[in-house]
């Protein structure tokens, strides 16, 4: 995808993306995380300040290098990504959570490291859930007339198709735009190239054709763009 020029669209506006998998500590040197590499995340802020956004990137555990004048906030944890979103979103006109929050944590974390037994025994992990970042700032707007995007990875199941699941999904959120990856045919974590359908409570907003990140990242500004100017 071609798009020439870059035009300064987000000019004035104050966008903050996180990107990243969480990870939830058992102790000082074991974490349950999953498999996000922030590569989306990262397209979003490089797009945004392309396009004249001033960027807040709330990255949990990315190994990529900072985007150029972006402002970087590291977090491991979801509980310090929900502090550092909230931080960060008052002063947003558009929040997109392309982070992957775990959505479980362990109950309890031990301060030492956990020794394992003679006998051959393994302790059992009790999980409780995470709070539902996306969720709380969609119900909950720190600021008026702001832009909220989520990110759903939906496989569709015997309850309903990928864009059916989806569709609950925004609803059950309240965010303003949904992106929806459909990963039926496998994984795509780490991948260079994504595709999309964005979703808004009208119905499709746009069917993104396979492409780089950050194709598919200019075509969420785009939708955020115009939500904007409504
Ligand atoms: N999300 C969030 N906080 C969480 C979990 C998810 O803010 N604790 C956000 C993600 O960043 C993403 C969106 O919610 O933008 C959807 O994530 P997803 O995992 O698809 O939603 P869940 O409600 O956790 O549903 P599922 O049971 O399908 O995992
Ligand atoms: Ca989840």
Redesign the pocket.
């Known amino acids: 995808l071609s798009r020439g020029a870059v035009q300064p669209d987000l000019a004035g506006r104050h966008v903050l993306v996180?990107a990243g998998g969480t990870r939830e500590y058992l102790d000082p040197v074991r974490f349950l995380g999953n498999r996000s590499s922030g590569l989306q995340g990262y397209a979003l802020a490089r797009a945004a300040a392309a396009r004249g956004a001033e960027v807040t990137l709330v990255a949990a555990n990315v190994s990529l290098p900072d985007p150029a004048g972006v402002k970087v906030v590291r977090v491991e944890t979801?509980a310090q990504l929900r502090d550092a979103v909230l931080a960060g979103a008052p002063a947003a006109d558009a929040i997109v959570?392309?982070?992957?929050?775990?959505?479980f944590r362990p109950t309890d974390v031990s301060d030492a490291k956990i020794k394992k037994s003679e006998d051959g025994s393994a302790p059992a992990i009790t999980l409780e859930q995470?709070?539902?970042?996306?969720?709380e700032i969609s119900q909950h707007r720190l600021r008026e007339g702001q832009v909220i995007v989520?990110?759903?990875?939906?496989t569709g199941d015997a309850t309903g198709s990928v864009l059916e699941l989806a569709t609950a999904?925004l609803a059950?959120?309240g965010c303003d735009l949904l992106v929806v990856n459909d990963v039926s045919g496998g994984a795509v974590f780490g991948s260079p190239d994504n595709e999309a359908v964005i979703l808004s409570a009208a119905g499709v907003a746009a069917d993104v054709p396979r492409g780089s990140k950050a194709s598919v990242a200019h075509a969420i500004w785009d939708q955020v763009a115009a939500t904007l100017r409504g």
Do not use: H, V
């Open positions: 996180s979801t959570m392309a982070a992957a929050p775990a959505d995470n709070p539902d970042i996306l969720k989520g990110f759903a990875a939906e999904k059950r959120k």
